[in-house]
């Protein structure tokens, strides 16, 4: 049988050295979700015996991006003793969010509840976002007070009843309320009844729903020693009594106090439920915290 050996043309570099074969390739791992966030490959060539792998996180600069070297896979035996291989790297994905439908067990909060005049509403629309909200009279309600609404309305010949806690956004002339919400359906609304009263909710026992909660992502170029530190955990909520011990019945006497939880219910101020971490790629790590709006 013939030898194999290597024949380089004039000038040429041995393959002692590492040779990019090829053009660098661009992925976008996370698509919409995060789409700053590229990995890029290319394949390499180099005598097996003269290999060495990269330093961890070793940079590549591509264009205005810096990415991490993140590992050297799919090794490939060439003849002559050369071997070739694809080189990963990817740049610090920037966090983001994914909307989720998460049931959990909500806390009683009792003891602070106040009602107020009920204002009937005449009339509904939306405006960017928040429901405006028609009625009589006001007087009884301003910006950023805590309120309950309860509406029932038709929509494409749908009869629709909701009812919710939220934040007054603003009054207006003493017969409008804008208030933080989302009327269900699309088209005309017609059939209009309800009231607005000013409100700071309460609830006897815990409540188990299931709430458009979040998954949010958060990432860091980090070592297992310094996890803690770079990306570190963030407790799920837990209430506690007077004598530090966890409750899911809030009081004038609990961290927090049921007045400051009504507050997060009529803001949809998020709680955390859960928060993990992993690994990544190579050495980039992703903490994933699941969070609810209170209720």
Same mark, same amino acid.
């Given at each position: 049988?013939?030898?194999? #050996?290597?024949? +380089? ?42 290999? /060495? ?60 509840? /106040?009602?107020?005049?009920t204002y009937a509403v005449?009339? +509904? ?45 603003? /009054? ?45 992502f958060d990432y860091a ?39 400051? #939880? ?26 994933? /915290?699941? +969070?609810?709006?209170?209720?």
């Amino acid at each position: 049988m013939a030898s194999i #050996y290597q024949k +380089l043309a004039a000038g040429q570099t041995a393959f002692t050295a590492e040779a990019q074969d090829g053009d660098y390739v661009i992925e976008y791992p996370l698509g919409p979700a995060e789409p700053t966030h590229v990995a890029i490959k290319a394949r390499f060539k180099q005598f097996r015996a003269d290999y /060495t792998r990269p330093a961890a996180n070793t940079t590549l600069t591509y264009g205005a991006l810096t990415a991490y070297f993140i590992d050297d896979i799919e090794f490939a035996d060439d003849r002559g003793g050369l071997c070739s291989w694809t080189r990963l790297w990817a740049t610090i994905p920037a966090s983001w969010s994914e909307p989720e439908d998460y049931a959990y067990t909500f806390p009683a909060f009792t003891g602070s509840n /106040t009602y107020g005049t009920t204002y009937a509403v005449s009339s +509904l629309n939306t405006s960017t976002g928040t429901v405006i909200v028609t009625n009589a009279t006001s007087t009884g309600i301003a910006a950023g007070d805590a309120v309950y609404v309860q509406v029932s309305y038709t929509r494409n010949s749908t009869k629709i009843t909701q009812t919710w806690n939220t934040l007054a956004v603003a /009054t207006t002339n003493n017969s409008q309320t804008t208030i933080n919400g989302v009327l269900l359906g699309s088209g005309t609304i017609s059939a209009v009844s309800g009231f607005v009263a000013k409100s700071v909710p309460a609830r006897a026992g815990p409540l188990s729903a299931v709430a458009a909660g979040r998954l949010a992502f958060d990432y860091a170029l980090t070592s297992i020693a310094s996890l803690n530190t770079d990306l570190p955990l963030t407790q799920p909520f837990a209430a506690v009594d007077s004598a530090g011990i966890q409750t899911t019945t809030l009081t004038a006497s609990t961290t927090p106090t049921s007045t400051i #939880y009504a507050g997060y219910v009529t803001s949809g101020a998020e709680i955390v439920v859960e928060c993990t971490r992993s690994r990544y790629l190579g050495n980039i790590f992703c903490r994933q /915290t699941r +969070l609810v709006p209170a209720m």
